[in-house]
């Protein structure tokens, strides 16, 4: 009976379970468990970027005729088609390169980083409750967004050198 209670208490804590074996085992502090986070939110981060990359290819292009051009403005269809033709469309994927690097980086550490620091929360306060969770979250976002600025910033570098 002693057996049920803890694994119904480790499962409503969502931080162990225990196993075949009848061993506990800590999901937030495992290795793999930290590399699976950060590999598939890489990965899925990647490919939306992937996806979405020509879209902000346009909208830095958009965003920079607004500087010293005269005449009429050119809208997102416009734009599109004239670089399609006079660039080819493989120019829509400039600076694919560091977005999804920092796509990759950005993705893994933000949802990599969420349940080791939940975790390092709930052993720390003893308790996982929403605000646990917020700082959690707040703090693997921040911890991401600190270290991946750098090559947001090169890619938008990019976007303008080659434009």
């Known amino acids: 009976m002693a057996g049920n209670s803890t694994s119904n208490n480790s499962a409503a804590s969502g931080t162990s379970n225990i196993n075949g074996n009848g061993e506990r085992q800590s999901w937030a ?3 793999s468990t930290v590399f699976n986070h950060f590999g598939t939110s890489g990965l899925s981060v990647a490919v939306a970027t992937a996806i979405t990359h020509p879209l ?17 403005l050119t809208g997102m269809g416009q734009l599109f088609l004239s670089v399609v033709k006079n660039e080819g469309p493989k120019s829509l ?13 950005y993705g893994g550490l933000r949802l990599g980083l969420y349940e080791p620091s939940k975790h390092a929360c709930d052993v720390t306060f003893g308790s996982s409750n929403v605000l646990v969770k ?11 967004t600190a270290l ?11 976007f303008l050198v080659f434009f």
């Open 93 to 105: 994927y400039s600076g694919l390169t560091p977005a999804l690097t920092r796509s990759v980086l």
């Open 134 to 144: 917020i700082a959690s979250g707040m703090f693997a976002g921040a911890i991401s």
């Open 148 to 158: 991946t600025n750098p090559i947001e910033v090169l890619k938008v570098c990019y």
């Open 29 to 31: 502090t495992s290795p």
């Open 56 to 72: 902000d290819v346009l909208k830095v292009r958009l965003q920079m005729q607004l500087v010293g051009q005269k005449g009429p």
